[in-house]
């Protein structure tokens, strides 16, 4: 059975990144009827009841935040592309700028008229240097359609699109950081308030979205916010591009509509097809490396043993500790031989490496996480190095500038809480524990089999 | 003017006051700050030691603020409850920050020439625990000149910021800031470079900590054992108010003078503080008030013993 697909239906086809094959198949449509039969308001209202949700992570409400940029000044506003894409396990927006690099040119085309945006960027992550070339190749080509530019299509509207490469940091994809590195400083993120929207780069209003969020807006414009609002389930509407990874028989990208069973999404043929070797399904990240990761029974039940679905309130369980998130959609899954302290320590290093460094708290916090798993992988680690970890968590999460050190603790908090007694096994046989032939085949010891 | 209620004591403060500037208002329980700074722009949000928990958000909006909140850049709304001291949460997270700005920062005291300045010792002293459960290794530095004047600890150094701002808003070209990122990151002039201009002795002033030093004063003496006297002098470049700090009749170093949260008054020149080091050189106004609390005050002031009167207690 095939569903319904909004971004990816074309996307094997070759032409489709021309633009005369993206115009065959349907292109441009959304910037022809919003610039001509549109008021500016009038898309943000079809946005609204669309339902649309940001793809970048947090999943805000995108028609609600384009209502808060600021209009009290006549400063010029400035819409960025979020495409720096760097949460390890996440990698669906490079599929859509590679291949149909005009659906993000036509949806910012859209959003930026509907924002009252003269110049607009792509912030685009540095090791995407090839993508960037993808997409500058399109951006000239709708320069010389009249799609961007001075007066586009003969409107009284004109925009102009930039590219831009960032220098490769994590977290130059948190939005105030993007803001900062786009105006050519460190990417630090800013303390907020003021929010973007009403000072954002260079000190003017500013939005930022993903790519994918702004690659859903043609698709809304053309069909109507009403009909993207019936696909999905509950606050969760519309589609949303899956990165599969990890040990299943079919890693991939995949388009969904949300609300599909976690259950089914693993197993069924149509996306990651099962598990590797037909083994045992241990763990599973379902939202990119900051998530909590959901140990066994919880994957395709929820607390309340309901049927686990892909959806933002599903994934999170309502609030229940047990939960996890929805997020970017690095949808990381992990069979039975897998170790959980080692990946656990794994993300640690990520965040080790990328904090900015600004407060204290993730900072210092992120290293020491790191060195304690470090520890316990390795074979040296102590009992109270578990409460210990749990506690430097603890330190960071809620009271550091920007997400990054939430996101850094929670991966932490929940493989502790989940998976306490593999880290009482590390520390009661180390030498097992350092002798294990990791993602080679079979290790020597899988974890479950052994009780400390 | 708004109301706000930190730590049940209610105060009316200009609109868009903070909510650590409120606390200064007030005079009790004002949240420690080693960041924010507010003579220097943009400063604050960064260290985490001033978070307070807002149990009321305003009149309008009863609902506290689901996470603790850098005081010294959230400001007031009419109505604001804020607990400071008095929400465990905070003297908890606060512990936890302090334990964590003590991972790099060697306990090096009793050489350090900020011993007894040092507001991460106050800090550690009222919000931290008395171990530490860090095991590994600490980062390590050499010492560098950066010209003439200064040295860089980097050890010591809590990444603050303040140095920066100091460097970007008094001095022209600026040639120092931060390099790297996370645990690695330093403070680095640009290459090489020195911070070489008429106001960038302040940077030392700035400093909570002692990784910035001035190199005409290093191990001359302890704070404690000089005298600190307010003077000033005709300067053409800065208001030329001062503290010498005076070992007999021997000035053996200039400052900036200091208000009660340890913030410069009034910034002053690179003449004034490290070349105009003869006590004729300048009108000396008399004795610099220092709080009874600080080490500085040992020595300085008159201070009588309480007199004990024992009960004897009476054979039954
Ligand atoms: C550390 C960190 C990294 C982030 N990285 C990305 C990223 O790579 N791409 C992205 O779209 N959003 C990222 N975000 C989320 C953005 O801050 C922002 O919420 C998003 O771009 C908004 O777009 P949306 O509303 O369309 O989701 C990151 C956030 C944090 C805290
Ligand atoms: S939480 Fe981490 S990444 Fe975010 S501002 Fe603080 S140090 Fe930087
Ligand atoms: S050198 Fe001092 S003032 Fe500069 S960042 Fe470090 S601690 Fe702060
Ligand atoms: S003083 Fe407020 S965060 Fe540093």
């Not at chain 1, 997409?135 to 009249?146: T, V």
């Not at chain 1, 220098?167 to 400083?185: P, R």
């Not at chain 1, 069924?268 to 070797?277: A, L, M, N, T, V």
């Not at chain 2, 105060?11 to 220097?40: F, Q």
Request: glycine share 10%; charged share 25%.
């Amino acid at each position: 059975m095939s569903r319904l697909k909004i971004l990816t239906e074309h996307i094997d086809k070759p032409e489709i990144t021309g633009i005369e094959g993206y115009i065959k198949h349907g292109g441009y449509r959304a910037v022809e009827k919003a610039l001509k039969k549109m008021q500016p308001d009038e898309v943000t209202e079809e946005v609204k009841k669309s339902g649309l949700r940001g793809r970048g992570g947090a999943g805000f409400p995108t028609g609600m935040k384009w209502s808060f940029i600021f209009k009290g000044n006549d400063k010029p506003r400035y819409l960025l592309c979020n495409a720096d894409e760097s949460e390890p396990g996440t990698f669906k927006d490079r599929l859509l700028m590679e291949k149909i690099p005009h659906l993000l040119i036509e949806g910012m085309i859209a959003s930026s008229f509907a924002l009252g945006v003269k110049t607009a960027y792509i912030y685009i992550r540095g090791e995407y240097m090839y993508i960037l070339h993808i997409l500058q190749k399109a951006i000239d080509e709708a320069y010389a359609k009249g799609y961007l530019g001075e007066n586009i299509l003969g409107t009284t509207y004109s925009l102009d699109l930039h590219v831009h490469p960032g220098g490769g940091a994590y977290i130059c994809g948190e939005e105030t950081a993007l803001i900062e590195s786009l105006e050519g400083k460190r990417g630090n993120p800013r303390i907020k308030p003021p929010f973007p929207a009403v000072e954002g780069l260079w000190g003017c209003p500013t939005i930022v979205n993903n790519v994918e969020t702004i690659c859903k807006v043609p698709f809304i414009i053309n069909e109507g916010g009403e009909t993207y609002a019936n696909i999905g389930i509950g606050a969760s509407t519309g589609t949303k591009l899956i990165s599969a990874c990890g040990n299943i028989n079919k890693p991939g990208v995949y388009e969904i509509e949300l609300g599909v069973p976690v259950e089914e999404f693993i197993y069924s043929d149509e996306y990651c097809g099962g598990i590797k070797g037909g083994k045992q399904l241990k763990a599973l990240v379902p939202g990119g490396s900051s998530v909590p990761i959901l140990p066994n029974r919880l994957i395709t039940k929820t607390a309340k043993g309901e049927p686990r679905l892909m959806s933002y309130e599903s994934l999170s369980d309502g609030g229940f500790p047990t939960g996890s998130m929805l997020g970017s959609g690095g949808f990381i899954v992990f069979d039975e031989d897998q170790c959980i302290v080692r990946n656990t320590w794994n993300f640690s290093r990520f965040y080790h490496h990328e904090s900015c460094g600004q407060c204290s708290p993730c900072r210092e916090g992120t290293g020491w996480m790191e060195k304690i798993l470090h520890r316990m992988e390795y074979g040296h680690g102590r009992m109270e190095d578990i409460d210990l970890l749990w506690d430097v968590q603890r330190k960071i999460e809620g009271n550091t500038i920007c997400p990054f050190g939430d996101a850094s603790a929670w991966p932490v908090a929940a493989a502790i809480r989940h998976f306490r007694d593999e880290f009482e096994w590390h520390v009661l046989h180390p030498a097992e524990a350092t002798r294990r032939n990791y993602g080679m085949g079979r290790s020597a010891e899988p974890i479950e089999q052994v009780t400390a | 003017m708004p109301k706000v209620t930190i730590d049940n004591i209610t105060i009316d403060v200009p609109p868009g006051t903070t909510i650590l500037n409120a606390a200064r208002m007030i005079g009790e329980n004002v949240p420690p700050a080693m960041c924010y700074y507010s003579k220097l722009k943009g400063s604050g949000g960064k260290c985490r030691v001033c978070l307070v928990k807002v149990t009321k958000t305003s009149e309008q909006n009863p609902r506290g603020m689901p996470k603790l909140v850098a005081s010294c850049v959230t400001q007031i709304a009419d109505g604001m409850v804020v607990e400071n001291i008095t929400s465990p949460e905070v003297v908890e997270a606060r512990k936890g920050v302090v334990e964590l700005l003590l991972i790099n920062h060697p306990l090096d005291c009793p050489v350090c020439d900020q011993a007894g300045e040092c507001h991460l010792q106050d800090l550690s002293y009222e919000h931290g625990a008395a171990t530490t459960r860090y095991d590994f290794g600490r980062r390590t530095f050499n010492k560098i000149d950066i010209g003439p004047y200064i040295q860089l600890h980097m050890t010591r150094c809590i990444l603050c910021y303040r140095c920066v701002y100091t460097a970007d808003q008094l001095t022209d070209g600026r040639v120092h800031g931060i390099i790297n990122r996370g645990d690695a990151a330093e403070i680095s002039t640009y290459i090489e470079n020195i911070i070489d201009n008429d106001f960038s002795g302040n940077v030392i002033d700035v400093c909570p900590v002692g990784a910035l030093t001035d190199r005409t004063f290093r191990f001359k003496s302890r704070v404690w054992f000089t005298k600190p006297m307010n003077a000033h002098r005709n300067c053409d470049k800065c208001s030329g108010k001062v503290t010498l700090w005076f070992q007999g009749e021997e000035v053996l170093r200039v400052t900036g003078r200091k208000d009660q949260y340890g913030e410069v008054e009034e910034f002053i020149c690179n003449t004034c503080r490290f070349e105009t080091k003869k006590k004729s050189d300048w009108v000396v106004e008399g004795h610099r008030r220092i709080d009874t609390h600080s080490v500085i005050a040992q020595n300085h002031l008159p201070y009588e013993l309480d007199v004990v009167h024992p009960q004897i207690e009476q054979a039954q």
